[in-house]
């Protein structure tokens, strides 16, 4: 069977799809359980979200993947400030992972942000998921978070080359990805019970979200 492959914005009626595929790609994965499916409960009324950049991509019409973008901010040595993007969770059901369609809703989504005027994306995550679709250490930007410190998990990527140069920047990311970890407990014990277990991917994420490229 021919694949039929659509990517359009979410709907009011996707969510509760959105949030079961973001629940099942993300438990266990970076903890025994996971807080991303509330996140996209709860980010969709937030200030910083962007529902322009808010795509769902269709397998013969069916719902398999999910990508959200949020504003944040980049000040430079001057004080200055500039309106970038980060995006996350970027979602793919466990059946359909490692085909191509992660990418595919990542590359779409760029070309949507550059119409829409933004020139940057940063983001948090496993390097190895992300180099390969144009995204560098945060180092080579000089952008740092608010300690001066280059976490090794804080990738950059400039829609508009050089756009970063010549500056030292600090990065802040909304208020909405500081996800209340006991209110999310609280909304998946509504849902149905999964079993939350060990993985070796926590043991990785671990180690990746508290190391630091040295200045």
């Known amino acids: 069977m021919e694949r039929q492959i659509t990517i359009r914005?979410?709907?009011?009626?996707?969510?509760?799809?959105?949030?079961?595929?973001t629940r099942e790609?993300?438990?266990?994965?970076?903890i025994p359980g996971c807080v991303e499916h509330y996140l996209v409960h709860i980010m969709r009324e937030h200030k910083d979200f962007i529902p322009e950049l808010d795509f769902v991509l269709e397998l013969n019409g069916?719902?398999?993947?999910?990508?959200?973008?949020?504003?944040a901010k980049l000040t430079d040595e001057n004080g200055q400030t500039k309106e970038v993007l980060t995006f996350g969770p970027v979602s793919i059901l466990p059946a359909?992972?490692?085909?191509?369609?992660?990418?595919?809703?990542?590359e779409h989504s760029f070309k949507e942000a550059i119409?829409?005027?933004?020139?940057s994306i940063v983001i948090f995550g496993s390097p190895v998921n992300y180099v390969s679709r144009g995204f560098k250490s945060c180092?080579?930007?000089?952008?740092s978070v608010e300690n001066g410190k280059y976490p090794a998990a804080m990738m950059v990527k400039e829609l508009i080359p050089h756009v970063l140069a010549g500056h030292r920047w600090i990065y802040q990311e909304s208020d909405i990805m500081a996800v209340d970890e006991k209110q999310?407990?609280?909304?998946?014990?509504?849902?149905?019970?999964?079993?939350?277990?060990?993985?070796?991917?926590?043991?990785?994420?671990?180690?990746?979200?508290r190391s630091f490229i040295e200045g």
């Open 139 to 143: 180092k080579k930007y000089n952008v």
């Open 184 to 209: 999310a407990q609280d909304y998946d014990n509504t849902l149905e019970k999964q079993e939350k277990k060990y993985r070796p991917s926590q043991d990785e994420f671990y180690i990746m979200s």
């Open 25 to 30: 790609a993300f438990y266990n994965l970076y």
């Open 9 to 21: 914005n979410e709907e009011k009626p996707d969510y509760e799809t959105v949030e079961k595929i």
């Open 62 to 71: 069916n719902i398999i993947g999910n990508i959200m973008y949020t504003k």
């Open 96 to 106: 359909f992972q490692r085909m191509g369609y992660g990418k595919m809703l990542i």
């Open 115 to 119: 119409k829409l005027g933004y020139d």
